[in-house]
């Protein structure tokens, strides 16, 4: 089988400011990847997410694209781009469809999707960064808030400093959030407790390949997994996988996930964060269906080694799950 690799691929070195490429990949997790399909025996080519992808599809004609492209830009739509394309063309492709894709990217939607499924979820309200906070004040909100972009993923405009305690520190972030992702701003009640992040893969009845607890090095009451933190994670956390968690307690945060996973449409593979609370009570934070798949840097990748899998059985297992789910014979 001819199969072509699509994502996008980072074009410069992030600087303590600048995140507009952190979703984006490197050549090692190309490389990875390609290693691994070329061992089942396929041919494989690599094709860049952009505008000369359409032309790039008719020239390398594949059978199949293993896609994990993020997109560029700030529209909730970016990560659906390259799965609408393939739609299209008739090549069959990996991981969630255009829709998926685009209610996983945007927090409110997702959010309002899982709590239909008896998902547990903090309070929150989307905000327009060129409003005041006038109504929300008129509502009970518990401090400490967090504010997040609300169609960013790999913790894009996460910082250590997004929990706030009162509403002048709120609108600072709101504003500075506007000015740099153009888009509107999420606000929830910040849940203090456990950062806890589950792996699930597979269609129709997915398997849970178990949960991985981040745990921060220093002392940290009000712990966010940031993204000064990921940029920095050998010296900030700790992954333990499998998460320590009491049997009652990983019942229920499992049973959130997979309700979750088939809310939302998941397809082939996704991870799903949680906070776990004072008394483990899991809240759903947000769904991430294309993960990152870097072998030395990425959260499933540890989660997956922690509880027995090797690199090579993590991408064929998601290779052989998406045939299946395309009929396709390997």
């Known amino acids: 089988m001819k ?5 996008n691929l980072k074009e410069s070195s992030h600087s303590s400011t600048r995140d507009l490429e952190e979703e984006f990949d490197s050549p090692q ?15 494989v080519a690599f094709l860049a997410e952009g505008a000369e992808l359409p032309s790039r599809l008719v020239e390398c004609r594949p059978d199949f694209v293993f896609n994990f492209a993020e997109g560029r830009g700030c529209s909730r739509s970016r ?8 739609e299209i063309m008739g090549i069959p492709y990996t991981f969630s469809d255009p829709f998926t894709l685009c209610v996983t990217l945007d927090k409110e939607v997702a959010k309002k999707i899982v709590a239909s499924a008896g998902v547990s979820l903090p309070k929150g309200q989307l905000i327009d960064p060129c409003g005041d906070l006038s109504e929300l004040k008129k509502q009970s909100w518990a401090f400490p808030l967090i504010a ?39 606000v929830e009640e910040f849940i203090e407790g456990r950062e806890i992040t589950v792996g699930l893969i597979g269609n129709g009845h997915p398997e849970v390949i178990g949960a991985m607890e981040i745990i921060p090095l220093a002392d940290e009451p009000r712990f966010v997994y940031s993204l000064d933190v990921k940029r920095d994670f050998l010296n900030r956390v700790k992954y333990q996988a499998p998460a320590l968690l009491d049997k ?26 949680f906070r776990l609370d004072a008394l483990s009570r899991p809240f759903f934070i947000e769904a991430n269906p294309l993960p990152g798949l870097n072998p030395v840097t990425s959260d499933l990748c540890f989660l997956a080694k922690g509880m027995g899998w090797t690199y090579e059985r993590l991408i064929s297992r998601i290779f052989m799950e998406s045939a299946k789910r395309h009929n396709l014979a390997v």
């Open 29 to 43: 997790t190309v490389e990875a990847i390609t290693q691994v399909l070329r061992s089942l025996g396929h041919e």
């Open 79 to 86: 990560e659906a781009r390259v799965p609408g394309l393939l």
């Open 3 to 7: 199969i072509a690799i699509c994502c």
């Open 148 to 186: 997040k972009p609300a169609w960013e993923g790999s913790s894009k405009g996460i910082r250590d400093a997004s929990v706030v305690d009162d509403f002048a520190q709120l609108q600072k972030i709101i504003n500075q959030l506007g000015r740099i992702y153009s888009q509107p701003v999420l």
């Open 248 to 273: 009652k307690v990983e019942r229920a945060l499992f049973d959130q996930a997979l309700k979750a996973f088939t809310a939302l449409g998941c397809k082939d593979l996704a991870r799903i964060d």
